[in-house]
């Protein structure tokens, strides 16, 4: 009893001490008005200036339909994941770099491999949970399609109109594969291929990325869709890794200098859906030097006319080279135009498009070349980036602390843009080829067809399709992205170009996949004396009556009717310290 009284003070004592510090490898998407943030860590940085880590076990979520300021102390809610201890592989469990995707009234978590920090003990196997968000209610039942592995830093992306998912690239870590997971000689592999879910019918299939670039493969790069573009959508995709398909990554850790396992920013690989046709196309401009792990979210001109794919941080090849400038990508004049400078670099955040020109980003850290993911305790969260939620305009391209929801304007080009791509705030683009011209001429009628033409006969019924195609999409996903329902007509291209749902999932630089892989091994055998159990973890604990400090977790959706029952005992296992409150538990790694 008195090491129990113990345990609990320095539970007591850890709860106030800390404050939050950086999430990362996480993932997150905004459907119908809520940013839904799921797995990752979050390091905290204690009072005796160490800083501690803590893989993140429920589903977290932001209300962004109204205002908010990234000072909030009730930012965030938690929706808790049920969970059996008794049979684990039963219940949705919790990743680093994982992939949300959505269709409105669900979510889907795909990928990803096992927290190092006090991450679950055990590989689930290989699937994909659906989370059914008014019943919470979570299944992983009737998916089916080609058998497929656990994968992570691919570069994941919804088209709303199709209703279906794009996960582009990424590795396999044995932390996600329960076959190879603990076994002497399991490497991080890099893996091809384009993988869809159809989130109508539960569908996986595979797509070939052959011709994506030399290699077939991209990791931790930018992956963005324009639902607008083709018949199906267009995804856009630059930066990143590539290495040839199979090498073992931990062992090339040195070589995130070495250019020719760059995937360019300079030249774009485009995929057109409804085609399944790979292009190269060359980009001019301020091309930004090469990076990985970055994010960035794409919105569309009002009449289509162009495109812009907002570029925000990442790794570079050194940390010296990396920048925290936000850049756009226009298309289709395949320009790179530098808008803001100055913001400090980052890497492992996502972003999403909230509303019609607002870039919400999550999370991420400030690199330092001798330790890429513990951050100093100087470069813990604070200001523009507190609580990990950072809020850029993209009308006027600025930095700010709180978002206005009453603002419902359009998205407006800048004349930084428009002094390069011609035309208004509202289009009406002039340069609406690259420099040297276009690669492939099927990528310009593809273009030219998303735009919404302007004439006399054709405004009305313009209006119409963007207001039915903004009303369509808020339902799905709180955003105007475009839903356009009669393909194959300029007017039905509705909506704004799609987010890019956490472009890059979590992703690492590669000496950082070494250091998880370290990190995991490390964590997994037998309990380490030294570490200070939840009380769920506890093996003898019962600490259930000692919640009562924590009534800040119990902020899930009050409508629970239907839900898995939670084990009563072990649902501080699946509990992360509430952020905003510093009053968190978890397992604290000494040393
Ligand atoms: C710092 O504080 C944490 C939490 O109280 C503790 O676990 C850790 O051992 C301390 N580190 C040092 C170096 O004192
Ligand atoms: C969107 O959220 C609102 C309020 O939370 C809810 O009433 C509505 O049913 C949701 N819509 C969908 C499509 O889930
Ligand atoms: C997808 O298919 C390609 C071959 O086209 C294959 O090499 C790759 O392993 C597959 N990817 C997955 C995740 O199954
Ligand atoms: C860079 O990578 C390429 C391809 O793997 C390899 O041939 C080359 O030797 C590497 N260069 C250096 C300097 O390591
Ligand atoms: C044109 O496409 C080819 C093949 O896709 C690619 O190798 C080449 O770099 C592209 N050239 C330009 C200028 O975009
Ligand atoms: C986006 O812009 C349209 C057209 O001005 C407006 O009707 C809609 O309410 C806006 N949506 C948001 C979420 O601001
Ligand atoms: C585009 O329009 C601008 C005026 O908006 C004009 O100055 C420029 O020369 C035009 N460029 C092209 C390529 O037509
Ligand atoms: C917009 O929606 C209205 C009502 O649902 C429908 O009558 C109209 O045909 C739609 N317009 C377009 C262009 O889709
Ligand atoms: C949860 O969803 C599954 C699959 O749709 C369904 O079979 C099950 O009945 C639902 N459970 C509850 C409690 O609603
Ligand atoms: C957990 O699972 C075990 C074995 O399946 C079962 O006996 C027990 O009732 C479950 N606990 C809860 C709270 O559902």
């Known amino acids: 009893m008195k090491v129990l009284a113990q345990i609990l003070l320095l539970y007591i004592s850890l709860a106030v001490a800390r404050k939050y510090c950086t999430r990362t490898f996480h993932s997150s998407i905004i459907n119908n008005q809520t940013l839904f943030i799921d797995g990752g860590e979050v390091r905290y940085l204690e009072d005796n200036d160490t800083i501690s880590a803590y893989a993140i076990r429920d589903l977290q979520t932001v209300d962004v339909s109204k205002s908010f300021s990234n000072t909030d102390s009730d930012l965030f809610t938690h929706i808790e994941k049920p969970y059996n201890a008794s049979d684990p592989d039963t219940y949705p469990t919790f990743f680093d770099e994982g992939s949300q995707f959505n269709d409105g009234q669900n979510l889907y978590f795909y990928g990803g491999y096992i927290s190092g920090r006090d991450g679950p003990k055990d590989v689930a196997p290989v699937e994909t949970w659906k989370y059914d968000i008014q019943n919470n209610n979570w299944t992983r039942d009737g998916f089916g399609g080609v058998p497929y592995v656990r994968l992570a830093e691919g570069g994941a992306v919804v088209s709303h109109s199709q209703n279906k998912a794009y996960y582009l690239g990424g590795i396999e870590d044995p932390g996600g594969n329960p076959n190879v997971y603990g076994t002497a000689g399991a490497d991080v592999q890099i893996v091809s291929g384009l993988l869809t879910l159809d989130q109508s019918t539960l569908t996986w299939s595979n797509l070939s990325t052959e011709d994506m670039n030399n290699y077939g493969t991209i990791g931790a790069g930018y992956v963005n869709i324009l639902e607008d573009v083709g018949d199906e959508g267009l995804l856009v995709s630059f930066g990143g890794y590539k290495y040839p398909v199979g090498s073992k990554l931990s062992l090339l850790c040195a070589k995130q200098t070495n250019a020719s396992h760059h995937n360019p920013m300079e030249y774009i690989t485009l995929y057109d859906i409804a085609n399944q046709k790979w292009y190269t196309q060359q980009s001019t401009g301020d091309v930004p030097t090469w990076r990985m792990a970055g994010c960035s979210v794409t919105v569309a001109a009002a009449d289509r006319s162009s495109f812009s794919i907002y570029v925000f941080g990442g790794m570079a090849a050194t940390t010296a080279k990396s920048d925290g400038d936000v850049y756009i990508l226009s298309l289709p004049s395949f320009r790179w135009i530098r808008v803001n400078e100055g913001s400090s670099i980052r890497e492992k955040h996502t972003c999403n498009l909230l509303g019609n020109h607002t870039m919400v980003v999550v999370g991420g850290t400030i690199p330092t070349d001798s330790s890429e993911y513990e951050p100093k305790p100087v470069n813990c969260d604070s200001g523009q980036f507190e609580n990990g939620i950072a809020i850029f305009n993209l009308n006027d391209h600025t930095w700010l602390t709180d978002y206005n929801a009453a603002d419902t304007s359009e998205y407006a080009l800048s004349s930084v843009i428009t002094d390069v791509i011609g035309g208004s705030s509202t289009g009406g683009a002039n340069v609406t080829q690259p420099a040297n011209g276009f690669n492939n001429t099927a990528l310009a009628t593809m273009f030219e067809k998303a735009i919404i033409t302007p004439t006399t006969s054709a405004t009305t019924a313009a209006a119409t399709a963007v207001a039915n195609a903004t009303s369509t999409s808020t339902s799905a996903n709180g955003n105007p992205s475009g839903t356009g329902s009669s393909k194959g007509t300029t007017l039905s291209k509705g ?84 952020i905003p409150e510093m009053d968190g538990v978890g397992m604290v790694e000494k040393g």
Do not use: M
């Not at 996949?513 to 037998?526: E, G, M, N, S, Y």
């Not at 959706?557 to 084990?567: I, L, M, V, W, Y």
């Open 495 to 578: 909506g704004i170009a799609g987010v890019a749902v956490g472009a890059v999932a979590g992703a690492s630089a590669i000496a950082g996949l070494v250091f998880f892989l370290l990190k995991r091994k490390r964590a997994q055998p037998t309990p380490d004396p030294t570490v200070v159990y939840p009380p769920g973890l506890a093996p003898q604990g019962r600490f259930a009556e000692l919640s009562g400090g924590h009534e800040g977790y119990e902020l899930g959706p009050k409508t629970r009717s239907g839900a898995p029952a939670a084990e009563t005992n072990g649902n501080w296992w699946q509990k992360t310290p509430n």
